[in-house]
């Protein structure tokens, strides 16, 4: 059963609290690491609970609702071995998993409509890396995550 932790700010709510039962309903693991209402919080203290359980491997993918899906995204990504990617249609949904093996999905809960959030997670969900000459380039992103100094990198 593949492991998958959820959270939204206020913007991405309504859309965490049904999507985290389809996925449950759909045979996921899910772990909601909150917000609980649509009182608004800063998406930083949501999106650094899901990028360091994916960080550390206590989950296998990472799910985040803001209202654009760029906050959430810009936080992410700056764990270690966390690609996150903001994806707003099917093609950049599978790209983001064939390419570049994204393990966070950043979803703009403003832009789009419940229906085609459920079919871009579950294609998410569906869709394998390629490997192949991807490989190499994630392993220079790991190089460069790495470099303890980034101006060198
Ligand atoms: O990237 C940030 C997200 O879209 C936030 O959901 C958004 O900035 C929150 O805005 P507001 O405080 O106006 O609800």
Known sequence: ????????????YHIKAR?????????????DEGTD???PVDYPDYAKIVA????RH???????????GIGTC?????????RAASCYDEVLVEISRRHNN??????????IGDRQIDDL???WLATDFDGGRHENRLKKIVDIENSPNLADA
């Open 74 to 82: 810009i936080v992410a990504n700056k764990f270690p071995g966390v």
């Open 37 to 39: 209402s649509d009182e």
């Open 19 to 31: 999507l985290a039962q389809a996925l449950a309903q759909n045979g996921f693991e899910v772990s």
């Open 121 to 123: 997670v579950l294609k």
């Open 1 to 12: 059963m593949m492991k998958v932790c959820i959270a939204s700010d206020h913007r991405g």
């Open 58 to 68: 206590e989950a296998e993918r990472g799910i985040l609702i803001c209202g654009t």
């Open 102 to 111: 994204v393990n966070v999905l950043c979803l703009p809960g403003d832009l």
């Open 52 to 55: 360091g359980k994916v960080s």
